[in-house]
């Protein structure tokens, strides 16, 4: 029908335009941020600007080069963020593994409400990524059998590192 034909191209425009448009430039800045800090440059605002203008458009060019070169470079960061997370883990257990799991109390008035939705975020990426797996639903041979068992097998993988975690 014509309703949802309107709602589609919408939707298209506005994830091209705005959603992804937005959430392509956090990124690029957060990685803009610490790539400066990790050179041992000051972040100033119109730098870290210029730096993820740079790396997005890079990024595009690569990817317009070749699917083939994109995939392996996102293959490659997710090996190298994936094995960063392993490797504090390990170390965390390895290096302390008689320290008691828990937090000192934090001292009163060192807690700034307004620093909440900036904690938030972080848990809005993670969902924001359960969210896109259906966005490949078209790429995946048997979508309706593998997508809800990637999903869950996920969240239980999550769940499962989480308890296994606590439970050390």
Known sequence: DEGGR????????????????????????????YLLRSLGISPAPGLVNVVAAVAIVCTALLNIRGVQIGAAIAGVSSVAKFGGLV???LLSLLLSPEAPHTTAAATPGSIDPSLFGLALISALWAY?????????????????????????????AIVAIYLAANAA
């Open 6 to 33: 309107l709602a589609g191209f919408l939707f298209g425009w506005s994830e091209l335009v705005l959603i992804r448009a937005s959430a392509t430039g956090a990124v690029a800045t957060v990685f803009s941020e």
């Open 87 to 89: 490797l504090l883990v």
């Open 128 to 156: 924001d990524g359960f969210a896109d797996v259906s966005f490949s639903a078209g790429e995946v041979s048997n979508p309706s059998r593998t997508l809800p068992r990637a999903i869950v097998g996920g969240t239980l």
